[in-house]
């Protein structure tokens, strides 16, 4: 069964500090591998997806298979930032996302 | 254009009663999907719906849920006999799948669905 794992339910980190927020799936065939965000009061949105190999707001994520992990990185925190992030997976010729519980992050200011 | 569009954006329902929550895709969006986003339990898949084939109806967590898409657009998702452990934010979303993978899912606002 498709499974991710987001440790963290909270994590505060203070402004300028670096960001990870991790992500673990379970592994079976070829994985895609996204990151959704929610900023207070909007939708949930796209952030990246591991396919694009892309940084957006200067986030990044590597898709690690041996470690089965895709975690968010930021190098220096902004306040805009704070927001709950949810890991997302799906295989390929499988539409389905399943999504990770999700992880809130807070900037301290 | 507009977005996906859900309503009610609110449901205050008592305990037995039926209820129905509609979701409109994006005009042109093949795939349609229906979340349960709820404190702890992050996002829920329920039901995914594409096209004309037969839905993906793995995630509904009992036989009082259950979903239609009618004309391959509007989506109504229906849940009988409602209980207290059904109150959570059900969310739609849609996407144009073009079976290459990777297709960004575009999400409504949700209806936050309160069973007293």
């Known amino acids: 069964a498709q499974r991710v794992t987001q440790p963290e339910k909270l994590l505060s980190v203070f402004k300028g500090a670096p960001v990870e927020l991790k992500c673990n799936y379970s592994?079976?065939?070829?994985?895609?591998l996204f990151w959704y965000v929610q900023y207070s009061r909007q939708r949930l949105q796209l952030l990246l997806r591991?396919?694009s190999r892309e940084s957006i707001k200067g986030f990044t994520a590597d898709l690690n298979k041996g470690e089965t992990s895709f975690h968010l990185k930021k190098p220096f925190a902004q306040e805009e930032d704070s927001a709950m992030y949810y890991c997302?997976?799906?295989?390929?010729?499988?539409?389905?996302?399943?999504f990770g519980t999700g992880t809130r992050l807070t900037i301290i200011p | 254009g507009a977005g996906v569009s859900q309503s009610p954006s609110n449901k205050v329902t008592e305990k037995g009663k039926d209820v129905e929550l509609r979701c409109d895709p994006i005009?042109?969006?093949?795939?349609l999907y229906w979340y349960r986003q709820s404190l702890g339990q992050g996002l829920e898949f329920l039901i995914y719906?594409?096209?004309?084939?037969?839905?993906?109806k793995s995630g509904l967590p009992s036989d009082r849920f259950s979903a239609e898409r009618t004309g391959g657009s509007v989506s109504t998702l229906t849940i009988q006999r409602t209980q207290q452990e059904d109150s959570a934010v059900y969310l739609c979303?849609?996407?144009?799948?073009?079976?290459?993978?990777?297709?960004?899912?575009?999400f409504g606002s949700g209806t936050q669905l309160s069973v007293l």
């Open positions: 719906f594409q096209g004309n084939s037969a839905p993906d």
């Open positions: 592994y079976s065939g070829s994985p895609e």
């Open positions: 005009s042109g969006h093949t795939a």
């Open positions: 997302a997976l799906r295989y390929f010729g499988n539409e389905k996302l399943t």
């Open positions: 591991h396919i």
């Open positions: 979303a849609s996407s144009s799948h073009s079976g290459q993978g990777s297709e960004k899912l575009f």
